[in-house]
Nanobody, 127 residues
Framework: QVHLVESGGGLVQAGGSLRLSCGAS????????MAWFRQFPGKEREFVAA????????YYSDSVKGRFTISRDNVKNTVYLQMNSLKPEDTAVYYC????????????????????WGQGIQVTVSS
């Protein structure tokens, strides 16, 4: 079982940047595909970005493509989300998620295909 802890959130002005980090412990990090989701008040958690266990393949939602970049460091057991050109509509709680590569049925944007979640971190973008 892997334990995920997000960091790096906070308040930023529109047009600014933030980098979220998600540290993993208690498991073999390279055994997991990783992703970021976000949740707006009163809404379901939505997909933001995902990266395969090797880091070779990445996926993004249309709303963040070209502005956000997901990456991972399998030595540091950490996945990152670099967020540039932030907009007020990016304001949400951001969650890190991990999916076993052995699951076989993983689909990057399906939150039901992830096995472990972090506690979430607030990102607020002011206009």
């Amino acid at each position: 079982q892997v334990h995920l802890v997000e960091s790096g959130g906070g308040l930023v002005q529109a047009g600014g940047s933030l980098r979220l980090s998600c540290g993993a412990s208690g498991g073999t990090f390279s055994s997991y595909h990783m992703a970021w989701f976000r949740q707006f008040p009163g809404k379901e958690r939505e997909f933001v970005a995902a990266i395969t266990w090797s880091g070779y393949q990445t996926y993004y939602s249309d709303s963040v493509k070209g502005r956000f970049t997901i990456s991972r460091d399998n030595v540091k057991n950490t996945v990152y989300l670099q967020m540039n050109s932030l907009k007020p509509e990016d304001t949400a709680v951001y969650y890190c998620a991990a999916a076993y590569i052995s699951r076989g049925s993983w689909y990057y944007s399906d939150r039901d295909k992830y096995d472990f979640w972090g506690q979430g971190i607030q990102v607020t973008v002011s206009s």
